[in-house]
């Protein structure tokens, strides 16, 4: 579907049923990047204050968002809350097979 370029709330809220949508199986990626405000590759660079375009997406849904330098602390305290929230799935990773590996190339 189309991307929603959502006021940042909007967008944690979004990003938090992704999240959710995708708890059991798949993943989100987010990717950050500085933005200068063009919309096509061709128009020309208006120098604005400093932005940060942020875009999540999952097999089926996009979504992104501007952050400008006023709004990023709250931004990161919003952002780095739902991580917290929404880490508690993740798998632990089981290092003792690979200790057990090791051992076994070394001798």
């Known amino acids: 579907s189309s991307g929603i ?42 120098p604005a204050d400093n932005l940060c375009l942020i875009r999540a997406t999952d097999s089926k849904k996009k979504l992104s968002t501007i952050v ?20 508690d799935s993740l798998k632990k990773h089981d290092k003792s097979k690979e200790r057990k590996e090791r051992k076994r190339k070394d001798m």
């Open 68 to 87: 400008s330098n006023k709004e990023v602390t709250k931004f990161q305290m919003s952002y780095a809350s739902l991580l917290r929230g929404n880490m």
């Open 5 to 46: 370029n959502a006021e940042y709330g909007g967008f944690l809220l979004a990003l938090t049923k992704m999240f959710q949508n995708n708890r059991s199986s798949g993943s989100v990626i987010l990717t950050l990047k500085k933005y200068d405000g063009r919309t096509t590759r061709k128009s020309p660079s208006v």
